[in-house]
Each structure stands twice: as structure tokens, then as C-alpha cells.
């Protein structure tokens, strides 16, 4: 690990905490990111510890949380796997694969993990100490909520983080959901008196309708608290361009209303890699619509696309016990398309295998049989930035892959690109039902374009202009609503030390 000589000046960091989950943490840190390097600062985002099945690849070729990524895109720095060095990729209610600095470590059971804590916490301040070489400053964000004070003693992604690490903190609380006064001034009950005194301020996120009316409420939490406020951040429409971190995220999205193109994503337990929609979803001509269990996939869907999966085999069970194995068929035969994406692909196969047990009970089941392929899920994980060829249109597409087991039948014949000189992924004779390894694609604004003309449609967004138009929107919102430069200054609070441990 590195350390501090003797007097040096730490690296100036804060970290956003919040009252709870989904309050707004990573769009916030985002938004400060990129708040932070128009000022011309060297910006880095870190999460000591993320659980999210929302992964994205990175340059230095492991994986981090996507909010992790977007956060390095509004930082305008590549994205590494010190980032966020402890991901819990959730597997089932009660167990996660561990990847830890980039790499899959293993399965984890809940029961187990505050045993293992002391030894992640050497992973997460040495990315921590790498992250200070190179910046000028580090936002870091927090995971759920400081006051879960049962989970003290194991913890490495709050209070436990920000003691070791010696960073001062910042409370968020969401306004939206109600109780924010509760909320926060309960945090501040709850909290042993060195660590509320850590938190440095707090500030409200989410607001509707006119800011000045909860002016009584800011004073109050600051009498209860000592806290001072940084400010009160209205409710911001362009945040929904960006990735969300959580399934719980997709279920409040609305289907939009008179649009050319039907898409369906059926909404299995262990979705993972869901951003991959996002590009299609902002589309003026597509609506599209996440199938939510009890429903089924809709009759007048033009394309229905298979999402990847942190559970295949699960997911495939779960998909069958909701029928959508019978719509997804009827679909076919009437002459509608499918595109599988990675776990998603997997399951459009005649079997998938799992001797090792990967993900569970050794055992081998059936697919949905509508491509001519077979998966064997293995030990090795294949996480990397790719940059290939669509192999219907010719098209260069770059994206990611992240995933687990080789795919091999006689569709694999008819590849659905070509990534140098190998195949990737498999399509039917008649081109109508398709599978991929490859992350990402629809990012693409030319193959997005390609995709939709098939359906005559025509596209209209320019997909990576319209995010960073939503982080620069973002970070303008902030600057307009914060106190930017008292956040710095909490950001230099940091001691002199000896060392990060």
C-alpha cells in the first residue's frame, strides 16, 4: 500500500453517504465528478464496495459497477477496477460472486461476509491509495446506509471505509420517498459520536416544486444535527439518461405510448447488464417495455430481447414458470425476431451444462431451443473491452464481454459478429432469432441505426452525445443548487497522516 511520508498532505476526498438505498448517491457523485473536472481537477470516483449486477468492463480488463464506470466517464477518466475494488454480483437472496480489484474471487455467502471483511478492507485501501497517486481529488460513494448499525462491525463501504481511509463525509437524504427530516437527524441518533462527527454536512436530494418551502426543514435538521446544509438539489429529468445501478430501478420505468417499434425485455430475477437497453429505450421510435413476472411477453412485440444473467439456470427456471417460454415460441412462429445477449443467448440454446456446479447443483438442463447451440458454463470468466464486426451488415461495433462458459452448436456457423478472426455468438438460418457474448452494442449510434431500419424505422439520437449533454446538465444542476466550493473545502479536510492504514 502506499503511504504518506510524514506531514505530506493526504489526498483531498469525500464521500456521499446516504440516508438509505436509491437516494440518489450515484447520480450525485457523477454530477460532482464532472462538476469537478471542468474546474480542471484530476477526478477520481471510487466505491469501496458495490453490489449491483450492472457491470461494465474496463480498460486495465476486469470489471467494475456501471455506475463506476459513468462516474469515470464524468470524471473524463478511463475507467479501472480500482474504482471500485470489492463488487458483490448477487446470485441468489442469500449468496453473490465476489470480484474483487477487477476479478472473479469466488462465491459468497451473506453469513460469511463479515468474516471476510478485514481481508476485502486491504483490497479497498490499497485501490484507494492507487486512485491518490494519480488524482487531485476523490468522491467517493457510499452503499445503503451509515445507520445500519447492526452491519458495523463488518463493514467496508461506509463508516468502516471512511475511518479507515481518514475521509471526511457528506449526508444525502431523498426527499422524494418522504421522512428525510427523520431520516436524517435518525442517521445522526444512531451514529456513535466520532462518527457523527465525521459527517462534515448534509444535503437533500430529489426535491419537487418550490425549494424555499422546505427552508424550515433545513433549519430544523441542522439544530437537530449541528450539521450545516449544502443545499437542497431539485428533481433533474435528465438524470434517467444515465445507467441505473439497480433491477428495483426498471420496474418504476413507464412503457412509452404510440411509438413505431414494440421491444420487450422480460424482467428475470437476476437481470444483469440492463443498461444494454437503454440506448433503445431513448429512441423516439421505439417503445420499449420491461415484461414484469405475471405478465406476458407481449403479442405485438417486434423484436423481444433476452437480457443477460448473473443466474442463467435460475433465470431460465424462472422464465419458464412465468410462460414466457410459450409467448417467446409463439413469437417465433410468427415470424417475430429474438436477440439474446449473453446469458440471454445461453438460454435461446438446446442445453446448457453445468458440471462444475458454477452456479449452484452440478446438472444439465434444457434451453428454449430455438437456436442450435449448446453452453457449458465454466470456472474461467471472460471480462473484456471488444472491438468487433456485425457479420449480417458489416458494421464496426465495439461493446464488452462479461461472462462465464463456451457456446458452440451449428449456429455458431452463422456467427452474429466477428471478433478478429473468431466467431461470436450464433444466428438462426433466416436470421430471425440471434445470440451474442457482446455487451454494449446498441451504444453504437450506426448499428443502433442498422437494427432499427430493419424494422423501418429510423433512428434519432446520437446516444453518447445525449450522455454527456445529461452529465454536463447534471453537474450545471449542482453548481446552480450546491455549495460546490464548501464541498472542496470538506474534500481538504483530510488529516496528514503516516499512512491510509
Known sequence: MAAHASGARATPAVMVMGTGSNAGKSTIVAGLCRALARRGLIVRPFKPQNMSNNAAATTDGGEIGR????????????????????????ESDTGAQLIVQGRRFGALNARDYGGRAGMLLRFVLDSFAVLER????????????????????????????????????????????????????????????????????????????????FDDGLSEIARRT??????????????????????????????????????????????????????LAMEDAVAHRFVRPGEPLPANADLIILPGSKATIADLAFFRAQGWDIDLKAHARRGGHVLGLCGGYQMLGRAIADPDGVEGASETVEGLGLLDVETVLTGEKITRPVTATHAASGLPVSGYEIHLGRTSGADCARPF???????????????????????????????RA???????ARSALAYQARIEQALDALADHLEAHLDIEAIIAIANQRKTSVSNT
Open 67 to 90: 455506475a463506476q464506470a459513468a462516474q469515470a466517464l464524468a470524471a473524463r477518466a478511463a475507467p479501472s477496477v480500482h474504482m471500485n475494488p470489492v463488487l458483490l454480483k448477487p
Open 134 to 213: 494519480e488524482a487531485d481529488i476523490i468522491v467517493v460513494e457510499g452503499a445503503g446506509s451509515p445507520a445500519e448499525i447492526n452491519l458495523r462491525a463488518g463493514d467496508i463501504a461506509n463508516m468502516g471505509f471512511a475511518v479507515a481511509a481518514d475521509v471526511p463525509t457528506i449526508l444525502l437524504g431523498d426527499i422524494d420517498r418522504g421522512g428525510v427530516i427523520a431520516s436524517l437527524v435518525g442517521t445522526h441518533a444512531v451514529l456513535p459520536p466520532d462518527e457523527r462527527a465525521r459527517i462534515k454536512a448534509f444535503l437533500i436530494n430529489k426535491f419537487r416544486g418550490d425549494a424555499r418551502l
Open 226 to 279: 449541528g450539521w450545516p446544509s449544502l443545499g437542497v438539489v431539485p428533481w433533474l429529468p435528465q438524470a434517467a439518461f444515465l445507467p441505473a445501478e439497480d433491477a428495483v430501478d426498471l420496474e418504476r420505468r413507464a412503457a412509452p405510448k404510440g411509438r413505431a417499434i414494440v421491444i420487450a425485455t422480460p424482467l428475470t430475477p437476476r437481470i444483469a447488464n440492463f443498461d444494454d437497453l437503454d440506448p
Open 417 to 447: 459478429a466477428r471478433i478478429g478472426g473468431r466467431g461470436d455468438g450464433a444466428a438462426s438460418a433466416d436470421g430471425r432469432i440471434a445470440g451474442t457474448y457482446l455487451h454494449g452494442l446498441f451504444a453504437d449510434d450506426a448499428f
Open 450 to 456: 442498422h437494427v432499427l431500419a430493419g424494422f423501418g
